[in-house]
């Protein structure tokens, strides 16, 4: 049973469009969630979101996190083609190493 | 340049060899991880080790051996794998013990074929 569900599984837009990935995760002694981005190899960090309700923001990336709920977006506005990557949610439990979804694999076409 | 450096990057083994990945870490952190990707599946971890113990074994089949001689060096020694085990295996590593605020830094990984 997944503990970290993403969703759409992959997308495709056009250059200029915003696009929002959903993560919902399950709680069992919660720390945080993350984002991290991988565009051929290593994942790269984007976001750390503990408390909810507080926007995280990197020029066109922004996350939220909503814990009453159990689940995280993550924005991107005016899409470019540099975009294209997986995006990875992942959520850090208390004595565990991160927990990852499946990622959502967002192509940005020009 | 993650800080975290993984050799081979790519690997082809037959079900009968042993090798070995190696990963490197130069971020003065105190815990070091294996995951593994495959298509279509979560990144799963596999192993972790906190000040050169392991504190994490998650189900692992035993064709894969860890070996974490101090903080900066990780080994997955392998032998005798399923075609079935070609994949991206990613090393991390973060800050240990109380320092750790989840955050993982990933090297690049090492793509394994088994044939």
């Known amino acids: 049973e997944d503990k970290v569900v993403q969703s759409p599984l992959s997308l495709v837009v056009h250059e200029g469009d915003t696009v929002t990935l959903n993560c919902s995760y399950e709680v069992t002694n919660f720390r945080s969630l993350l984002w991290y981005k991988q565009e051929k190899k290593a994942p790269t960090f984007l976001f750390m979101l503990?408390?909810?309700?507080i926007e995280k923001k990197s020029g066109r990336l922004s996350s939220i996190l909503d814990k009453k709920e159990l689940f995280s977006i993550l924005n991107i506005t005016a899409t470019q083609t540099g975009d294209s990557a997986i995006y990875l949610c992942a959520h850090n439990q208390a004595g565990t190493a991160l927990i990852f979804g499946k990622g959502t694999t967002l192509s940005v076409s020009s | 340049e993650t800080g975290v450096t993984q050799t081979p990057r790519h690997l082809v083994m037959g079900m009968t060899n042993k090798k070995s990945l190696k990963c490197e870490q130069h971020l003065g952190h105190n815990a070091m991880y294996w995951y593994k990707q495959s298509a279509k599946k979560p990144l799963e971890l596999m192993f972790v080790y906190n000040f050169k113990e392991q504190t994490e074994n998650n189900s692992v089949p035993s064709r894969f051996s860890p070996e974490c001689p101090n903080s900066s060096h990780l080994f997955l020694h392998l032998h005798t794998l399923q075609p079935e085990d070609s994949a991206l295996y990613l090393c991390a590593s973060s800050q240990g013990g109380r320092g750790n605020t989840g955050e993982l830094f990933f090297g690049e990984g090492s793509r394994l074929t088994v044939l």
């Open positions: 503990t408390s909810s309700g």
